[in-house]
């Protein structure tokens, strides 16, 4: 057997392992909590409605935080792998690089300013903020001379400073405190009204990401190649920035920052597939679906039987791994 058709089947095995591993995921977000639930009463209850408590518990609270935490963690996922490859920068991702402190620090600005803003608004606050981050920091970092680290090191800064900013905003505000819980990342407590809410956002950037990333597996080979090629490069980066701007903006306005999720993700992915942005893209969706789904899972035992922020335990797992890119130098080449 030849690399190429190697590769076709570990492809193939890494997509079945990982959508039977999201499916038992599901099963389970929905079957652990405060009440127990039977596998076998959420299975039966997408086949028949008999409006018993658990069925109640399952299609109005259960069901829609799984679906939650399967968008954002697709989301957040395909945003780190765009961030990473048009930057050209291993430790990239919309935490690092300041687009989800941004977001936070303007949808937390419109809950205390705007206190009967409703939740759509929400979240083209979050686009403006997320942009804002994201401009802020290729800003400082371009002059002189782009470099991966100064990309980094202006992207932490601007980070810390911006979530300074909104911790500033919930501490001076008695309406800014009912943002503190959200502030940490949380998919608990969703309703279908917000799986409306992140839905177009998060299933259109997943969509246009795919069709995308032809474009950028070919950007991440070098520049002079990729112009050579016909490539827009100007273009194309653009795009994918104004997609990493929707997918984490509708991310962090309906779960909060939810930390290094698109840090992770990516780099485990490029290690089971390749560096074909054609399967990164399409993969990082499906593992960033199963890294929030199983860390929500996780979360509901940390403090049991009373409910944890999502963001805990992504931030568990996140900042050793970011702390392992840095020592290996993987944040200097892409």
């Known amino acids: 057997m030849n690399r190429a058709s190697k590769q076709k089947v570990t492809t193939y095995l890494t997509a ?34 008999d409006q018993s408590k658990e069925q109640v518990i399952i299609r109005t609270l259960r069901l ?34 300041g687009v989800n402190a941004g977001a936070s620090l303007f949808v937390v600005s419109s809950l205390v300013l705007f206190p009967g803003l409703s939740s759509a608004s929400l979240v083209y606050a979050a686009f403006l903020g997320a942009a804002l981050g994201g401009v802020i920091v290729y800003s400082f970092a371009s002059g002189g001379g782009m470099t991966p680290v100064k990309l980094a090191l202006a992207g932490m800064a601007v980070h810390f400073f911006l979530s300074s900013l909104t911790q ?23 309703s279908w009204t917000h799986v409306e809410l992140i839905l177009p956002w998060s299933l259109g950037g997943l969509i246009l990401a795919a069709a995308l990333s032809r474009s950028i597996s070919i950007l991440v080979l070098g520049e002079s190649l990729a112009q050579g090629l016909g490539q827009k490069v100007t273009q194309i980066r653009i795009l994918a920035g104004l997609l990493v701007i929707v997918l984490a ?18 780099h485990i992915v490029k290690k089971l597939v390749g560096g074909d942005y054609r399967r990164i893209i399409p993969f990082s969706a499906l593992f ?22 999502v963001g805990i335990v992504t931030a568990l797992i996140g900042a050793p791994f970011f702390l392992y890119l840095a020592k290996q130098g993987r944040g200097i080449k892409q």
């Open 16 to 49: 079945l392992i990982g959508t039977i591993l999201l499916l038992i995921g599901i099963v389970l977000s929905i079957s652990v909590g405060a009440a127990d639930i039977k596998a076998q009463t959420v299975l039966h209850s997408f086949i028949h409605w």
């Open 64 to 97: 829609p935080r799984a679906v939650i935490g399967i968008l954002v963690g697709a989301s957040l996922a395909v945003a780190g792998a765009l961030m990473q490859a048009i930057t050209k920068n291993a430790l990239a991702s919309p935490q690092v690089f």
């Open 168 to 190: 500033g905003v919930v501490l001076f505000s008695d309406q800014g405190k009912d943002a503190l819980y959200w502030m940490v990342g949380a998919i608990n407590g969703k």
């Open 249 to 266: 903006g509708a991310s962090v306005a309906v779960a909060g920052p939810v930390g290094f999720v698109g840090l992770i993700v990516p």
């Open 288 to 309: 960033g679906a199963l890294l929030v789904v199983y860390a929500d899972i996780l979360s509901r035992f940390i403090a049991y039987p009373f409910e944890s922020p």
